[in-house]
Nanobody, 116 residues
Framework: QVQLVESGGGLVRPGGSLRLSCAAS????????MDWYRQAPGKQRELVAG???????NYADSVKGRFTISRDNRNKGVYLQMNGLKPEDTAVYYC??????????WGQGTQVTVSS
């Protein structure tokens, strides 16, 4: 089992920045992928940014150049630096981890609201 706890969400004005953190505990040695997803009201959950074994990263087109994902090299955490925030970035952001056996684990989510 892997436990994930997000923090760092909040209210920010358009153009502002936030840094999300996700602390991982439990069977973290076998984590293969760590990602950030988000879900806006009335929309499906979508992948925002991801890393696989800390070696490669991928981003949704909508956040490329604005968001940066980073990961602790001992799988103790994953982070999302969000710059140039837009109102359309408003959503609940979820931390996700996948083990080498392809088991999925989710955090409880943290709200990000971008509004003037």
């Amino acid at each position: 089992q892997v436990q994930l706890v997000e923090s760092g969400g909040g209210l920010v004005r358009p153009g502002g920045s936030l840094r999300l953190s996700c602390a991982a505990s439990g069977d973290i040695v076998n984590i293969r992928a760590m990602d950030w997803y988000r879900q806006a009201p009335g929309k499906q959950r979508e992948l925002v940014a991801g890393t696989i074994s800390g070696a490669s990263t991928n981003y949704a087109d909508s956040v490329k150049g604005r968001f940066t994902i980073s990961r602790d090299n001992r799988n103790k955490g994953v982070y999302l630096q969000m710059n140039g925030l837009k109102p359309e970035d408003t959503a609940v952001y979820y931390c996700h981890a996948q083990s080498g056996l392809r088991r999925d684990f989710w955090g409880q989510g943290t709200q990000v609201t971008v509004s003037s």
